[in-house]
Each structure stands twice: as structure tokens, then as C-alpha cells.
């Protein structure tokens, strides 16, 4: 009789019980990191010798996009970059004479993304279309003449790169999804879901497999993802807003990431936690874009308030600010080689640091 009359959880109590589980196991396992957590990185650092920071000036001003620059990349031969704009085109430059070598009109407006292949021969770029494009470059012919689309999301793209070789792109999207496809035949070799909102970056680890990589959401969590499975093997969600940057340390024992929450995070992923934090009262806009120096003792960041800046990466001290934008930093980017830095913004140009 008692079983007849009791009553069934009814859905949302069941999906309420499960959230709470969900946060008691957060904490649980928040409380064991602490336990681990012995020392500070700032404490360590207090033992090291400051850093003298070099002057980095502005060297050129690339000049030639109608509208705001989103996103831009080295050519690993250190001397090309390549930029995709709000106008629609995608223009290879010449950086060391700040001269354009080719502009590419896209099928639509907000190019989000583009990247080079590693042979420098191939450039990819995509955005409110759904779609990345890739273009080879270096003929006698336009780069636009043998183009072909390799990715197609359900949403905008939002970032892209070559995870090592020129026959595989991996791709991030407004539609919470990162896919790895084949160049040459189109098809998606593998699917990675795991984030709740857009995907808004990503980065391949720094080893000579390339089977790991690291995204940034909206849903205020960075995830590192092994390629052969597709399934993420570590999340970091102490974020308060959108994660806008990612970037692997040069020795690929830790991430760094930007956030809309004006803060940059390191986290170490043998510690499995945040070790640092890069930020200060005064920085009240978000961080856009993070890049590491070529040693991996500086961080760099790119603002909303169009200011680039440089961080000691142990001592978490601010170091420099770059100042000379009219509009928010988009995108920062060292050269191969280290020996400059390249901020795309919003004002239409992109600067090159030395």
C-alpha cells in the first residue's frame, strides 16, 4: 500500500539533486588540490632576481583593412604575417616592409579566424559563414583561384590552426564544438563536445605529436582535449566570465588564459590547478588575447582598453604597458624567432613590436 502512494521524483527535482552532487563533489575535490598545495609560485619567486624588460617599440603599422582586424598569424618563414578583418578580406603582408602581398575577399563579413600551415604554403580562415576556407599560396596564381572549403560548423568560426601538418585543421565554433577535418578530402576525422557555449579559442600543445590541445569557452572553462579520443582530460573553471585566450607554456607543462574578467590564469597541469594570476585593480577591461615570450618568463596580453601589456610570468608584476591603438587589442602574437611582437585591433592595423 506505502508503495502505491509514494510519490516519484519528478524530473527537475531529480536534476536538482544531481547539480548539488555535482558542486559537493567540486568542493571535495577543491579541498584535496588545497591539501597539495604546499607552497605558492609567488613565494618562489621571491627568491629570483627581478627581470629588466626590454623596451619594446613600434617598429611598423600595417595599414590596409576597412574595418576592425579580428585575428592575425605568423608565416613560420618570421618575415609574412597573415590578417582576416570585419571587411571581409584576408591580406597577406610583408612585415618587414609593412607592404601587402595579396588581399583575398572572403564570401562574407567578420573574418573570426585565420592561421598558416606549418609549411607556410597554405593559409585557413573562416568566420560568420560557418566555414573555413583554405587557400594555397605561393604560385603563380591568385590565392583565391584553387580555394576550398575543408570545415563546415553550425555556427560562426571562431578559431582555427594546423595542429602540426598541412593535412589536418582543427577548428573552434560558436556552436560549443571543436572538430578536427581533413584538408584535403573535407571530411571530419574527429568531433570534440564538451563545452556548454561558443568555443572562443584554442592552442595545439608544444610537442612533435601534437595530440593535445587546449580551448577556452564562454562557459567561463578552459578544457585540454586529447585528439585521439576526442574526450577532455583536464578542465579548469575558476573563470568569472568568457575565456577569451588560451596558450600553451613553451615547456607545455602549463596553460595560460585571458578572460573577459580583466584576469590572466596560469594553470599547472601536473598540479591539475591555478598557480597565478596576472591582473591588478586598476585593469578594469578584458583580456582578448595571452602569448608567452620564446622562455616562457613573460606573458603578454591583449586588452579592451586598447593597451597591450607584459608580465613577469613568476613574480605576476606588471612589467610594461604598449600603448599606441585606438581600439580594443584583438589579437597579440610573437614571431617564431621571439624577436617581435604583432597586435591586431580594432582600429584597423596591426603593430609590429621589436
Partial sequence: MAADTAVSASPEETLESLLREVEALKQKLEEERQKLNDVSLSSIAEKLEPITFPNLKLRRVLKGHQAKVLCSDWCPDKRHIVSSSQDGKVIIWDAFNA?????????????MACAYAPSGTLIAAGGLD???TVFPIGGDEEPGVRKRTVATHTSYISACLFPNTDRQLLTGSGDGTCALWDVESGQLLQSFQGHAADVMCLDLAPSEMGDTFASGSCDRSALVWDMRTGQPVQAFD?????VNGVKYHPSGDSILTGCDDSVCRLFDLRADREVARYGKDSIL??????EWSVSGRLVFAGYSDYTAGAWDAVRAARLCVLCGHEHRVARLQRSPDGTALATASWDATIRIWA
Fill in 99 to 111: 607592404t601587402k602581398e595579396s588581399t583575398i575577399s572572403m564570401p562574407s563579413t567578420w573574418v
Fill in 130 to 132: 560557418n566555414k573555413v
Fill in 238 to 242: 575558476t573563470h568569472l566570465s568568457d
Fill in 285 to 290: 577591461f578584458g583580456v582578448n588575447s595571452v
